[in-house]
């Protein structure tokens, strides 16, 4: 057996394996429901008062029941991120005596960043999803650092690596044996239908465009210098 096969095998087993009861269309429709319906009216008054628009959300696995929802908080702390406060949120609830990290669905609105990465493993949730990506948060909404973050800390050349080879390396392992992390337009390309996979794409755009007038407001009150603890604004 060669050393690229057992290598091939050690990933393999300590990748998770969580698997989701649930089709991507439910999973898709609960949560660009839950996001218009619970997460944006939430950072919609976050962003008023001067924190970023991330938002993050707990689901129970079993049948997809919102446990918390919650959204930046900058104000108080440049540490209570999207993801942060909901994580804070519900382990200060009822609900963390009631429901493991390990049975519940994860929802960031926006990819999850290294602070907000390290958050959800060391709470012991092992999948997530996510509505934008770091290229949408960077190009969208004007917040480049989850990729700066990343690239500048994390990202350690290699022996003979070129600029173009480091790169072209991913930003993290979306899938290891700690979580699985995926994009909501991954599990349109799960669908088979073609067209519902037009109606969930397009789906996805509309909430998608929700956000449009939430980033104006943020970037209306940074220009106006909007109270924040935030170092990076």
């Known amino acids: 057996m060669s050393f690229s096969t057992i290598l091939i095998i050690i990933v393999t087993v300590t990748m998770s394996t ?10 898709l429709s609960t949560i660009l429901r839950l996001t218009e319906e619970k997460v944006i009216p939430l950072t919609r008054k976050g962003v008023s008062s001067g924190s970023k628009l991330f938002g993050a959300a707990i689901l129970k696995r ?3 029941e919102p446990l918390t929802v919650s959204t930046n908080n900058e104000r108080a702390s440049p540490l209570l991120h999207g993801e942060i406060n909901c994580i804070q949120e519900f382990f200060a609830s009822e609900q963390s005596k ?23 493993t060391w709470a012991g949730f092992n999948e997530f999803y996510y509505l934008f990506t770091y290229e949408d948060s960077r190009d969208l909404f004007a917040i480049p650092y ?6 500048q800390v994390f990202r350690v050349p290699a022996p003979g690596d070129t600029e173009e080879t480091l790169a072209a390396r991913p930003l993290y392992n979306r899938r290891n044996k700690f979580f699985t992390g995926r994009s909501l337009a ?9 067209a519902e996979k037009q109606h969930w794409t397009a789906e996805i755009k509309r909430v998608k465009e ?15 210098g909007a109270e924040s603890s935030s170092v990076w604004k």
Do not use: M, W
Request: charged share 25%; net charge negative.
């Open 18 to 27: 969580v698997t989701n009861p649930h089709s991507p269309a439910t999973l």
């Open 210 to 224: 929700l956000y449009n007038s939430l980033s104006e407001t943020y970037q209306e009150g940074k220009k106006a």
């Open 62 to 64: 079993a049948d997809l």
């Open 186 to 194: 991954e599990l349109v390309d799960e669908l088979e239908d073609e």
């Open 146 to 151: 989850d990729i700066d973050i990343l690239e």
């Open 98 to 120: 009631s429901t493991a990290t390990r049975d519940c669905v994860f929802f960031a609105t926006h990819e999850p960043c290294s602070l907000c990465l390290s958050g959800i």
